[in-house]
């Protein structure tokens, strides 16, 4: 399990406590969980949205989230009969950042810029 630094707590017991403990994400752990997504939390402060949008996701259709004895989240999907460690739509958190960052560091004109973007939001709908 990769543990978050400066507290201890492996990202699922950060999640679990964000979660169950109605913690509000900040500081060094939410560094360290942005850190975790790929986020470069120096470089691209800005972007540490997408981390806090990341802890209070809501599932996907056929998603439920529980909890196990020890108190740590995980999500079954009903439908595929399958159990994660790692919420459904983690993936598209961590594109979304790597999305941003490329569009961000092209080197390409408005013109360019404008079509990659519309076709980043064709993407998302």
């Known amino acids: 399990k990769e543990k978050i630094k400066h ?3 492996t990202v699922n017991d950060f999640i679990s406590q964000t979660k ?3 913690m509000k994400p900040s500081g060094p752990e939410l560094i360290a ?5 790929g986020i470069d939390a ?3 402060h800005d972007l540490l ?3 806090e949008e990341a802890l ?4 996907p259709a056929d998603w439920t989230e529980h909890y196990d004895n020890n108190e740590r989240v995980f999500y079954y999907n009903a439908v595929q009969h399958t159990s994660s460690w790692v919420h459904p739509l983690e993936g598209v958190y961590r594109q979304t950042y790597r999305d941003i960052v490329g569009f961000r ?4 004109n408005q ?3 404008i079509k990659r973007l519309h076709d980043m939001l064709r993407h998302v709908r």
């Open 49 to 51: 949205w997408i981390a």
């Open 33 to 37: 969980y942005a850190k975790y997504l």
């Open 105 to 108: 560091n092209a080197d390409i």
């Open 20 to 22: 169950r403990g109605g």
């Open 111 to 113: 013109e360019e810029q």
């Open 7 to 9: 507290s201890g707590t």
């Open 42 to 44: 120096v470089v691209d």
């Open 56 to 59: 209070v996701a809501p599932l």
